[in-house]
């Protein structure tokens, strides 16, 4: 399964989401390889580099893949050897986004539900998305992951509405399951670790949660 979490958003996510997916799939025992393809913050690289070999088992490889071109080649050679690859991505419409979503088998679109202003670019995201498959005449499912949800906003709420309208014209999914905003995603990025390993057992569960969501919808496909 090669998943990768993009949007054409900076900071609503992404490499919160792809760090926090491969250590939980590592935990349940899959053999996981995250992929930077953020050639910019290089976030997933930084997180690696603080992975500590001895305290913070499972290992999970972690490799830089930045150009577009020879990119789906590289990642499926990679993917010979592991069971998930997650995929982090840059913050805008790069050269390599096309090539990021048509290596991946399932799609996650993390969405920080801020405002107005996150909802045109999942709009423009959603028209690019489509653009790729019809391209390439391949459908790819995506699901988009709520992050930094507070319920009790109703702002969060009428955005969460609003995303569900976008997700029904563009057949995109949205995840039950969903990231709030809490203190541990920030802490453990920063200690190359996944909430999965930390002592926040809400958020352990929320990742999970998401993470057999996901796994769900790949044994679907
Ligand atoms: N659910 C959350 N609760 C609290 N803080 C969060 C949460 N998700 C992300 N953050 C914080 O928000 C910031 C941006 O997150 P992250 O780096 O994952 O986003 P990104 O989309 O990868 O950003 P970029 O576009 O710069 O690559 C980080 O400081 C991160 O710790
Ligand atoms: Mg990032």
Same mark, same amino acid.
Request: net charge neutral; proline share 6%; no cysteine.
């Given at each position: 399964m090669i998943i990768s979490s993009i949007?054409?958003?900076?900071? *609503?996510g992404k490499s919160t989401c792809a760090t926090n997916i491969a250590t939980c799939l590592a935990h349940k025992g899959y053999k996981v390889c995250l992929v930077d393809?953020?050639? *910019?913050?290089k976030s997933a690289m930084k997180w690696a580099g603080r992975r500590d070999a001895k305290e913070h088992k499972p290992r999970i490889q972690t490799v830089g893949v930045y150009e577009p071109k020879g990119f789906i080649q590289a990642v499926k050679g990679q993917y010979e050897h592991y069971d998930a690859l997650i995929i982090d991505s840059p913050p805008s419409d790069k050269p390599v986004s096309s090539k990021i979503i048509l290596a991946s088998s399932l799609v996650v679109i993390p969405v920080a539900p801020k405002g107005a202003v996150d909802l045109w670019i999942v709009e423009e995201f959603l028209k690019r998305y489509e653009e790729i498959q019809d391209s390439m005449g391949s459908s790819i499912p995506a699901y988009f992951l709520l992050n930094?949800?507070?319920?009790?906003?109703n702002l969060h709420r009428a955005f969460e509405d609003n995303l569900k309208k976008y997700a029904d014209a563009y057949g995109i999914g949205l995840l039950k399951a969903r990231f709030h905003d809490r203190v541990a995603y920030g802490e453990c990025i920063g200690k190359g670790m996944g909430v999965i390993e930390y002592d926040n057992i809400t958020a352990k569960r929320e990742v999970t949660a998401v993470v057999d969501e996901l796994l769900a919808a790949y044994q679907k496909l």
């Open positions: 949007s054409f958003k900076g900071g *609503v393809a953020d050639d *910019v913050t930094q949800y507070k319920p009790a906003l």
